[in-house]
T-cell receptor
């Protein structure tokens, strides 16, 4: 069964550095998402992406964040200048269709640690 | 703004006992509710959605609009049901709002 993949599984970076988290969505999916989960807290929506543009974003997704689909398979999340509070598990997800009842398939996550 | 509340962080039951994981939501429109499960060292995966009214692995959930609830139930818990369970609301297909999660522990 096709799966969403994410790399790396764990990223350690210093405060102020840029990081790029990588995701390969399921190949026939058209809608892509990033979520994050700070340790001990809820899974929080960051951004959704369709047709090469952001369709929705949360308050968390400020100017430090950006997303890109650089080729036909990858979907990346960039954090320009990381802060300590960006330490979290970042999940990528994809779905065939954004309308209700279509399942979002999640990747295994990238654990980002900012020191 | 939509909100999902799971009041119990941890629920511990014995094998064979009934299980009910509570979920309440607030949303002004007509919501789509889901239960996602995360087994140890595995990814988040969909367990069931209210629109399909299905039973998966013996679990069921009924949307109660009057009480704004979507509780997850199973009559007889199994040890392999031990996992984190997340209730989630989809407002228009573009984002999921998750509850805080409930860790279910099924003891032998």
């Amino acid at each position: 069964e096709p799966e969403v993949t994410q790399t790396p599984s764990h990223q350690v970076t210093q405060m102020g550095q840029e990081v790029i988290l990588h995701c390969v969505p399921i190949s026939n999916h058209l809608y892509f998402y990033w979520y994050r989960q700070i340790l001990g807290q809820k899974v929080e929506f960051l951004v959704s992406f369709y047709n090469n543009e952001i369709s929705e974003k949360s308050e968390i997704f400020d100017d430090q964040f950006s997303v890109e689909r650089p080729d036909g398979s990858n979907f990346t999340l960039k954090i320009r200048s990381t802060k300590l509070e960006d330490s979290a598990m970042y999940f990528c997800a994809s779905s065939e269709n954004p309308s209700m009842s279509y399942e979002q398939y999640f990747g295994p996550g990238t654990r980002l640690t900012v020191t | 703004a939509q909100r999902v509340t799971q009041p119990e962080k941890l629920l511990s039951v014995f094998k064979g006992a009934p299980v009910e994981l509570k979920c309440n939501y607030s949303y002004s429109g007509s919501p789509e509710l889901f239960w996602y499960v995360q087994y140890s060292r595995q990814r988040l995966q969909l367990l069931l959605r209210h629109i399909s009214r299905e039973s998966i692995k013996g679990f069921t959930a009924d949307l109660n609009k009057g009480e704004t609830s979507f509780h997850l139930k199973k009559p007889f818990a199994q040890e392999e049901d031990s996992a984190m369970y997340y209730c989630a609301l989809d407002n228009a297909g573009n984002m999921l709002t998750f509850g805080g999660g409930t860790r279910l522990m099924v003891k032998p």
